[in-house]
């Protein structure tokens, strides 16, 4: 299973990015998807989850301003950044919850981060 990450890159506060990851491989579902980012010196956080059948979860500082979406069907999971700060800048990773087989267990997969930089 790999996951690809796309959509970062520069720019200034105020402005808006849209991230996508795409789940790839031998997998049979999945459940929960979300975003995490890493930014210099800090551990690494939630951003958004969503689950399989639509709930999401925000941490505080992204509420109304960040939106998580998915799609089932292509295996994408979306994040749609709006009035970006300089300190959202960071390496933002994605991560899902899935099953290789019907009968294998569920367990975690991360993407490779994409850096997403805020300037003032």
């Known amino acids: 299973v790999q996951l690809q990450a796309s959509g970062g890159g520069l720019v200034q506060a105020g402005g808006s990015l849209r991230l996508s990851c795409l789940a790839s491989g031998n997998i049979f579902s999945i459940s929960d998807m979300g975003w995490y980012r890493q930014a210099p010196g800090k551990w690494r956080e939630k951003v958004a989850l969503?689950?399989?059948?639509?709930?999401?979860d925000y941490a505080d500082s992204m509420k109304g301003r960040f939106t998580i979406s998915r799609d089932n069907d292509k295996k994408t999971v979306d994040l749609q950044m709006n009035s970006l700060k300089p300190e959202d800048t960071a390496v933002y990773f994605c991560k899902i919850h899935g099953r290789r087989t019907m009968f294998a267990s569920s367990r975690q997969y991360w993407g490779q981060g994409t850096l997403v930089t805020v300037s003032s």
């Open positions: 969503i689950g399989s059948g639509g709930l999401t």
